[in-house]
């Protein structure tokens, strides 16, 4: 199919003819094959491009298709206005070629695909400045009919991969134009757009394209086959750049790791005694990928061997940056595995050895941008594994992190700040740090850490909203920071936290609805955000919270996305309802949540694992219920109840430390000492009242602004007639900002009394 029907049987017709003014009066018009030999400089290369994209998208947004597209078609007007012309002669078979899709060099029929195939190599041309098929003669139908581009150069990350998934061979993975004006559009006006998930499908599709050619024949036949190796292999090194830490974000990934597979069989093709420099770190990166991509498909078995592999390979890579960094990535992910399999003594190993390979080569303050952070990523990961195994080993991680910190901000590395996986990583720390500072008496630290890490988190979403791993480090980290806020009362700056989190949970829930962990973790943040509310005072909502929910985690446990073990939770916060609504005055609602929650809680331990947590539920349940009967007003049932929880706690004299035992174990008291103040009993109320004031005591030694632990501190206070030291007790916890309805009673009998 000639040039001129292709055009003709497009609406040719309707074209200007070379060299018309087809500017509105304005400046003559230029083809723009001489535009691209003025070498018009970046800015406007960008702009041309752009232009050219859009006419593009316009003609097949009205269902047309040009299926020739060349400089010699194109004319620039003025404001650089692009147009299509009509040649009156035909155009020469050689240029159509060097720009036409393989499917056209073919003789099919042109499609918009066919277009952008075209569009690609014409914005390279423009961004590069030189054409991305050079070859000339018999050899540039060869090139168009194989479908054979050169790699594109360092452009722009989301214009290099549009450009890798334009020149696809397969028609149908080329994206539309109007992706391209997209692209075009940003980089015009400096800005970046998301990453997106098609980026690495497109190295995918493009090193398979030239691995299939470099296969066809010998590497060492002929200069024209030689080319054709260094074009796949410059294809398989795109392939591994453009996907290797974004390989956790793609949902199915094995069409990517059958790529993979096959760029690794085909180095692995040659000869080992025939490969030279670049092929043995090229062989040694796609070990180390392939063993990537095998851990994130969940075939731990294979990774291992790939990734072993990888490190060992690396002692034959010639630069020594390079050896480095592969060798690292191995065996912090070797190390990583360890701890997942918990052979701690294995990880151990494994980081330490990541450790020496990073030391050497930061000596002397070495290390380029990738190996500085597989370096600071091989210590977050280490640093972890040693804050989790010992007090002596918590101090080693603190070095440990303060190294990666270093190693990260060294204002001498030239690091960008807002690096993506800079921030990630810097993100993490700060977590990390924070739990080390909680643990070492640091409250505010530790606060001014998670605030730190929220934020880095919420900017690397706005980076890239596409990615959950950001929405789940941010859904984390602000529950954590929740956590942090209530323990030291700062209850409304709590909520808060915990609205972000069941934003990103919620989020997350929609971006992957098929993954049941992110609507259990989104009930479950609902829980505590509804448990929080309930402590400022907005126990409607609270309830409503706690409603939806227990509706949520309820339907999982009936289709069987939950397990059994999961009633237990679902009665902890059934309970959790129940005591908003006893609090609220609503007893009848209180006593139907309480009966479900003991349903789910049941009479024994569902599991030896779970043995703990069912016995702190089934205790406070009796606690709960007794409060819930003294309300009720029946005295003798609810002292009944009260004193079974006491005789079992007693019983079970292990589970006597625990924070919330011994919290209930107060409760339980002032219900005792209620009904035995109803019955006459004024001395033997007043001996029980003073024990449960001194658990109340002690638990605030522990933690003086612990809110639920002052409340209950308030209530016995009020119970023993100490109104002085009443009002002192409500008058912080208005401080704090604590309106939990329980104190409903004591408050307004504080503020008459006053």
């Known amino acids: ?45 960008v702009h041309l491009a752009r232009r050219i994209a859009e006419a593009v998208a316009e003609l097949h947004a009205r269902g047309g298709v040009h299926g020739a597209l060349c400089p010699s078609v194109i004319a620039v ?35 918009a695909a066919s277009d952008v195939f075209s569009l690609a190599l014409l914005a390279r041309e423009l961004l590069e400045g030189e054409p991305a098929r050079s070859s000339a003669g018999d050899d540039v139908a060869i090139d168009a009919i194989d479908g054979r581009v050169s790699v594109p150069g360092p452009l722009a990350e989301e214009l290099r991969a549009l450009a890798l998934l334009s020149a696809s061979q397969h028609a149908d993975q080329r994206p539309p134009a109007t992706d391209w004006v997209d692209a075009l559009r940003r980089e015009d006006r400096g800005r970046r757009g998301p990453r997106r998930e098609w980026i690495l499908l497109a190295v995918a599709a493009v090193a398979l394209v030239a691995l299939v050619l470099a296969l066809r024949t010998s590497v060492s036949a002929e200069d024209r086959t030689s080319l054709q190796y260094t074009d796949a292999r410059a294809a398989i090194q795109a392939f591994v750049d453009g996907s290797f830490e974004e390989l956790d974000r793609v949902q199915d990934l094995d069409a990517l790791a059958d790529a993979g597979a096959h760029a690794l069989a085909a180095i692995e093709r040659v000869p080992e005694a025939e490969r030279d420099a670049v092929d043995r770190e090229l062989h040694a990166r796609m070990l180390l990928w392939n063993g990537r991509a095998q851990r994130v498909r969940g075939s731990l078995d294979e990774a291992r061997d790939l990734l072993g592999r990888a490190a060992a390979s690396a002692s034959g890579v ?120 909680w643990q070492n008496g640091k409250p505010g630290r ?26 789940w480090m941010l859904a984390r980290g602000a529950s954590v920071r929740a956590n942090v806020q209530r323990d030291v009362g700062l209850l409304r700056p709590a909520v808060e936290s915990l609205r972000v989190a069941v934003e990103a ?14 609507h259990r973790e989104w009930a479950r943040s609902v829980r505590l955000l509804a448990s929080a509310l309930a402590r400022v005072g907005e126990w409607q909502e609270s309830a409503t919270l706690h409603d939806l929910s ?69 205790a406070r349940a009796k606690v709960v219920e007794a409060e819930l009967l003294l309300a009720e007003g029946r005295w003798p049932r609810a002292e009944s109840r009260a004193l079974e929880f006491l005789d079992e706690v007693q019983v079970h004299a292990g589970n006597g430390n625990d924070l919330t035992l011994r919290r ?25 009242r003073e024990r449960a004031l001194a658990i109340a005591e002690e638990l605030l030694e522990e933690s003086r602004s612990e809110p639920a632990s002052l409340a209950l501190r308030a209530r016995i206070l ?31 009998a504080t503020a008459s009394m006053r």
């Open 1 to 45: 199919m000639s040039a001129e029907r292709s055009i003709e049987g497009n609406g040719a017709a309707e074209l200007p003819r070379s060299g018309e003014d087809v500017s509105s009066g304005m400046l003559p018009a230029r083809a723009l094959v001489d535009v691209v030999a003025s070498a018009p400089g970046p800015r406007r290369s």
């Open 77 to 111: 007007g003025g404001n650089d206005r692009v147009t299509f012309v009509r040649q009156e002669h035909p155009l020469s078979r050689t240029e159509t070629l060097r720009y036409a899709a393989p499917e056209v060099a073919r003789g099919d029929a042109a499609t």
């Open 318 to 437: 010639e630069d020594a940056a390079s050896a480095a960094e592969i060798e690292l990535h191995a065996v912090t992910a070797l190390g990583e595995m360890a701890r997942e399999a918990r052979e701690l003594v294995v990880a151990r190993d494994h980081f330490r050895r990541a450790l020496e390979i990073g030391e050497a080569r930061f000596e002397d303050a070495q290390g380029d941008r990738d190996l500085r952070i597989a370096y600071a990523y091989s210590l977050v990961r280490f640093g972890d594994l040693s804050m989790s195994t010992g007090t002596r080993s918590a101090k080693r991680a603190i070095q440990i992190y303060r190294k990666a910190r270093g190693i990260l901000e060294d204002p001498n590395a030239g690091l960008d700040p807002d690096d993506r996986y800079v921030l990630e990583l810097r993100a993490e720390l700060d977590k990390l740090e924070a739990n080390m500072a």
């Open 446 to 471: 530790a606060l001014f850490l998670l605030t730190s890490h929220v934020e880095r988190a919420q900017r690397l979403i706005e980076m890239d909203p596409g990615l959950p791993r950001l929405r």
């Open 505 to 518: 949970w919620r989020l997350l829930r929609e971006m992957e609805p098929d993954r049941s962990e992110w």
């Open 550 to 618: 227990v509706e949520v985690m309820e339907a999982m446990l009936a289709d069987g996305t939950l397990d059994q073990t999961a009633r237990l939770e679902i009665g902890t916060q059934l309970l959790d309802a129940a005591e908003g609504q006893l609090a609220a005055g609503h007893l009848k609602r209180s006593r139907e949540l309480w009966k479900k929650a003991s349903q789910r809680i049941g009479q024994r331990t569902p599991s030896k694992r779970k043995r703990k947590a069912w016995f702190v539920a089934h």
């Open 664 to 688: 209930e174990t107060a409760r339980a008291m002032l219900v005792v000492s209620s009904v035995r103040a109803l019955d006459g009993e004024v001395e033997v109320a007043k001996d029980v």
């Open 718 to 748: 009020f119970a023993l007639g100490l109104d002085d030291e009443v009002v002192k007790a409500l008058d912080e916890l208005d401080r704090y900002g604590y309106r939990d309805l329980q104190l409903s009673a004591v408050r307004a």
